[in-house]
């Protein structure tokens, strides 16, 4: 199995900064890596797949970045929407594996 | 608009079962795989479970796997979670969720069941 690392557990950032939260395999998941935002008493919403593409309505502010064991989801300008926690997931290997999860929340 | 909604949990015993269900709607549901990801209280995600579009093959977590079956019944639209056997750990909020395009990624996701085992 593999595991899915993430870092830090919690970030501490202000309206308008950049907030980088990373995330490694111990494995090599080529760029078959996820980002998910989940918003308290709400489902998980997939942000990124493929690494860095944004699905359908990702606002151009998320970004994605990284391949093999190595991967950074970039917030350039938190909004007050974007306080949530930050969850990655691979899908290289069965079965699929998330990491812990980044709580985002505001400074 | 896609829509998945969860029904059937509740509180069972150690040991005992329960079947979720998943009713789809908005999209052709029978086109795509569908997976079970499960939250327990506090804690972060964990995938369970996924079922191929056609039902003609599954796939299952470690933690899962010989207890609970996952089933589909296209012709309702409507996805399943058989659990058997079921543990204090199983105690969490099962979300179904569709597979995007074949990529084992979750683009949409339903509200939620919670599953409680407690004696």
Redesign the interface.
């Known amino acids: ?1 593999i595991v899915m690392t993430q870092s830090p557990v919690t970030l501490s950032v202000s309206p308008g900064e950049r907030a980088t939260l990373s995330c490694r395999a111990s494995q090599s998941v080529n760029i ?1 890596l ?1 980002w ?1 935002q ?1 918003k308290p008493g709400q ?4 942000l990124i ?2 690494a860095s593409t944004r ?1 359908t309505g990702i606002p151009a502010r998320f970004s994605g970045s990284g391949s093999g064991t190595e991967f950074t989801l970039t917030i350039s300008s938190l909004q007050s929407e974007d306080f949530a926690v930050y ?1 990655c ?1 691979q ?1 290289n290997n ?8 980044t709580k985002v929340e505001i400074k | 608009q896609v829509q998945l909604v969860e029904s059937g949990g509740g509180v069972v015993q150690p040991g005992g079962s329960l079947r979720l269900s998943c009713a789809a709607s908005g999209f052709t549901s029978s086109s795509y795989g569908t997976h079970w990801v499960r939250q327990a209280p506090g804690k972060g995600l964990e995938w369970v479970a996924f079922i191929w579009y056609d039902g003609s093959n599954e796939n299952y977590a470690d933690s899962v796997k010989g207890r609970f079956t996952v089933s589909r019944d296209n012709s309702k639209n409507t996805l399943y979670l058989q659990m058997n056997s079921l543990r204090g750990e199983d105690t969490a909020v099962y979300y179904c969720a569709k597979d995007r395009l074949a990529t084992y990624t979750f683009d949409y996701w339903g509200q939620g069941a919670l599953v409680t085992v407690s004696s």
């Open positions: 199995e078959n996820a998910y989940q489902a998980p919403r997939l797949y493929g699905d969850y997931q899908y069965w079965p699929l594996t998330f990491g812990g999860g």
